[in-house]
Every structure is written in C-alpha cells, then in structure tokens.
C-alpha cells in the first residue's frame, strides 16, 4: 500500500493554500485532497512527529547486555528525599538493585540541617548503616514567608555562625561527610531587598572555610544546560523539554546569565584552594567539554561528577572518552537516582563498552534531548577511579563503608 507522509507544516500550509482558492487546481487538487482530508479528520497528536525513542532505528549494530558494574561503584549523587520522599518499600527495593548492580554506597545530598536531618538519618541508617552516606544541604529560607525575603534564615544575621556550627556538630557526630548547593543557590534564594543571592559573596567565606577544616567536600550545582538559558523557540534542541517544564528556563531578565553564575562559582573556587569542590553534572558543562577542561586545569581543588549528564557525554564519545582518560584522578560516578534499574545499566553500558547509537533513558520522549549517544570504553584502570577510588579519596568515611561491602561481616 502505498503511503504519502505529509508534515504537519506542510499541511498547514496546503490548508492554507485551499481556502485562498490558489496553488491547488486540477490535477495537483486529485493527488494532495486525500491528505488534507485526511490531516483534517486526525486528531492532532497522529500527526506530530514520534521520538528518538519510538522510532525503529535501521541501523544493525553490536550490543552489550551489562548487568552490573565491573567494579564497586560509589554513586555520589543521589536524593533519597527529593525523589524517594522517605518511601520504605523504595528504599528496599532500591538496596536490592544496588546488591544486583554492584553499588557499594549511594551518597544521598538530601540531608537538610535540622529535624529533616534527623529523619533522612533514621529513614537511610536504621537498617542500612553502611551502605548510605549523606550530604547536608542548607535551608535558606527556613520559616521565612516565601514572598518575604527579608523573612528568610539566610538574610538573619547568625546564619553563617548558626550554619556553620551546626554543620561542625554533624561531621562531629558522623552523620555528614559534605556539603550540597542546589541550583537556587544563584538562581532563587534572593538577599532583604529582593535581589538574588551572589555565590561569591563574601559572608558565605566562613562556610567554604569551615568544609576545608573539617575536610568534607562541597557538591555544587550551579547553573543549568547551555539550552535552558536559550530563547524558548524551534532552534532550541532542548524545546520540548522546556515546554513541558518551563519552570526550568532561565531566559527571562529577571535571571543571570550562566556565564556569570558559572564565574561567579569559580571565583569562589579560586578563593578557597584548601577547600575541594565537587561540581556537579559535570559543571553543567558537559556540552562544552573544552571549557570544563580549563577549569580543571584552573583550579586543582575541584572535581566533577556526571550524574545525568550521559545525553550530552554520550554524543560525543571520542571528546568524553579523552576527557575522562585525561582527567581520570578527578571525576566522580553520580546518576541523580533513585532511578529504574534500566537507567542504571545504561551507564555500566556507557563507560564500560564501545556499544552504538543507543538510549540514554527508558524514557520516552528521552527527557534531555531527543538523540542516541554512543558508548566510550574506557580501561579498567580508569573504570576503577571513576567508579569508586577518587570517592573514597576525597570523601570521608567511604572507604570504610566500601570494605564493608567488598569484605561483608559474619
């Protein structure tokens, strides 16, 4: 049977075209009129163009089935709250697949100081000790009136000293081993007066010093992809993705540019060589690895982890695997989990095999970019650093929680 596609632009257009009464005449009239009437008795959604993942691809290549990790992996960037919202039948079904997938520790960036710290503890620690770390994170805001800056924790004037003490009491007490930053750490948290907060300012010094002396890491994020400060329009490769979250768009005035949130970090980073960074999804630069190499070569206090970050590393895996061979004593395994076991093989199959043109996602639409990426291989001697050794050597604590996993108790 012979089938005619029509986009659904050109069957605007040749609507169009109808109602003036020009273009379609005679014989062009008897070939294209089954198309508009049918364009016109369809609903909308049949005719907009399928995914990356719908569409059968006709290329026949090899593919690697890789069940779980070659090594044990430290997974440092997960949230257990954020997304896992403290579900106990999540959290046993998540330690099953860690035990299928080889993943010793999962590093959970959810453990905001205060009562909720409490409760991240309990929920993660009361039966699985060893196989969880945690992060604090800060609360800006704390009771604050959301349209009331000025009411916010962070703009009182102990926060840094409040902050700062307690997070020496937790690392005292072993229940944190770093400090996370969201991205509204630049992006949301304003001063007083209603401007946004700067990453470098000043008062938060007292904080980056207080990590370096008490030898926990800082993961921040900051900033976004390159596409989510782009106008909303058709030449943005992430547009549908924006339209369907377009609380993640930063295009309007009232936001800073990355370029301006990503220097304004990296002073801060210059600043304070005693104190190691962890910039998270690869510095949200992953697309423009050049750049992230010059920071690295900047800077040898920071490190990088690339959870959720595959779409962009994967379609470019001649540059990721040099960079990953280059920068291989600073770049950490993150997956922004808990995710679908699916999602987790996928990055075994990622850094471990050669593997082509494949899913970045069990997702459909895939939900960062409609493409495929491609895998990078990469020795063993390299898998072993990403997947746990630079963890264990920036991160305290881990390497006893590691050996409880290769070598279990009785």
């Not at 002073?267 to 960074?277: E, G, L, Q, S, Y």
Request: hydrophobic content about 40%.
């Amino acid at each position: 049977m012979l089938k005619v596609v029509c986009s659904p632009m050109a069957i605007a257009l040749l609507r169009g075209s109808l109602l003036r009464g020009s273009l379609l005449h005679g014989s062009l009239l008897l070939v294209l009129w089954p198309v508009l009437l049918l364009s016109m008795m369809l609903p909308t959604e049949c005719l907009a163009q399928s995914s990356s993942a719908e569409r059968i691809a006709s290329l026949i290549v090899p593919e690697s089935r890789i069940e779980q990790a070659s090594f044990p992996v430290i997974d440092v960037h997960t949230h257990f709250f954020v997304k896992g919202k403290h579900d106990p039948e999540l959290l046993e079904r998540y330690v099953e697949m860690m035990d299928r997938n080889r993943i010793a520790v999962s590093v959970s960036l959810d453990g905001t100081l205060g009562p909720q710290l409490e409760a991240h503890t309990a929920y993660l620690w009361s039966k699985y000790p060893d196989r969880f770390a945690i992060f604090a994170n800060i609360d800006f805001r704390g009771k604050g009136n959301l349209d009331e800056p000025s009411s916010w924790a962070c703009n009182q004037t102990r926060f840094v000293f409040d902050t700062v003490e307690t997070l020496r009491a937790e690392v005292k007490r072993g229940r944190v081993c770093g400090l996370k930053f969201f991205k509204d750490f630049g992006l949301r948290w304003k001063n007083a007066d209603g401007t946004l907060i700067q990453i470098d300012d000043p008062r938060w010094d007292p904080i980056w010093e207080s990590c370096a002396e008490l030898g926990i890491p800082v993961l921040m994020h900051t900033a976004d992809p390159s596409a989510f400060f782009r106008p909303l329009d058709g030449a943005n490769e992430r547009i549908g993705e924006l339209q369907a979250r377009p609380e993640w768009a930063f295009t309007g005035p009232e936001f800073p540019s990355r370029k301006s949130l990503h220097q304004a970090r990296n002073r801060v980073i210059a600043k304070h060589p005693k104190t190691r960074f962890i910039a998270a999804h690869f510095g949200n630069d992953a697309e423009d690895l050049g750049e992230l190499s010059g920071w690295l070569d900047a800077y040898p206090n920071l490190y990088v982890e690339f959870s959720s970050r595959l779409n962009e590393l994967g379609r470019q895996p001649y540059s990721s695997r040099r960079f990953f061979e280059r920068f291989q004593d600073r770049i950490l395994l993150g997956t922004d989990g808990p995710f679908p076991e699916q999602r987790l093989r996928i990055y075994w199959r990622f850094l471990e095999t050669q593997d082509e043109y494949f899913h970045y996602s069990e997702k459909s639409p895939p939900p960062q970019g409609d493409w495929r990426i491609y895998g990078i291989g990469l020795p063993r001697e390299v898998l072993e650093k990403v997947y746990h050794q630079n963890a264990c050597r920036i991160i305290p604590g881990l390497s006893k929680k590691l050996q409880s996993f290769v070598e279990p108790g009785p």
